[in-house]
């Protein structure tokens, strides 16, 4: 039987709910309460201000390539 969390591995217990990977997530919750869900948020999810930074930089380095790929060009 698969793990009721990630549904990618198996059970570690045959009666349990969880793979080891999620278990140990379980147990960090009941430990840490709304602490996992904090950090998990301020270090895995990016803002909308995050991820518009993040395009803007990106598309920065795209057009610098190209400006540089035009100007190896031109020479």
Do not use: H, P, W
């Not at 201000?49 to 100007?71: D, G, H, T, V």
């Amino acid at each position: 039987m698969y793990c009721y969390l990630c549904r990618n591995e198996y059970r570690e217990k045959t009666l349990g709910y969880f793979c080891t990977s999620c278990k140990r997530i379980q147990d960090l919750i009941n430990i840490y309460e709304k602490r996992v869900s904090q950090v998990l948020e301020e270090v895995l999810v990016r803002t909308n201000k995050q991820q518009e930074n993040k395009l803007k930089i990106a598309l920065k380095q795209e057009i610098e390539k190209k400006e540089y790929s035009l100007r190896s060009k031109t020479k």
